[in-house]
């Protein structure tokens, strides 16, 4: 877990829309989405609790979870989920399930990058992430 620690901040993004389009993401909120630069701030409190905070100047969502205990998520644009998260080989891999549909987001450190992939059906989409200084 240590090496997803600190501050991130998107540098790229391939795919996106197609991504959130297979979602059922609507067209207003994927405007908003695909011109936001988030910042993704992970940390851990004394209790071993994660906090996975995204940051946007439209809008701020933060999860704080357990690895491999379902927690109830309320993604940022509003699915109600059921979202389990484990690490498998050093990478992140978040199942969020609803209405008998589910998505997956693998996180992984590369150096000083942090490699988003979020996989609905068969549309991947990459964003890069570099570690702030
Ligand atoms: C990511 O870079 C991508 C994670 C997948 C998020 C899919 C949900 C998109 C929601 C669109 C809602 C639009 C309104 C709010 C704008 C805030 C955008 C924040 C999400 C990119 C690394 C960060 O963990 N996640």
Not at 40 to 55: A, M, P, R, W
Not at 90 to 107: A, H, N, P, Y
């Amino acid at each position: 877990m240590e090496q997803f620690i600190g501050t991130w901040k998107l540098t790229s993004s391939e795919n996106f829309d197609e991504y959130m389009k297979a979602v059922g993401i609507n067209i207003a909120s994927r405007q908003i989405a695909n011109m936001a630069k988030p910042d993704v701030l992970f940390s851990v409190d004394d209790q071993g609790l994660i906090s996975l905070k995204t940051k946007t100047t439209f809008k701020t969502v933060e999860i704080k979870f357990r690895l491999d205990e379902e927690f109830d998520e309320i993604t940022a644009d509003d699915r109600k989920a059921k979202t389990f998260i484990k690490l498998v080989d050093g990478k992140l891999v978040q199942t969020q399930t609803w209405e008998g549909k589910s998505t997956m987001i693998e996180r992984e450190v590369k150096g000083r990058e942090l490699i988003v992939k979020c996989i609905m059906n068969d549309v991947v989409s990459i964003r890069t992430y570099k570690k702030h200084e």
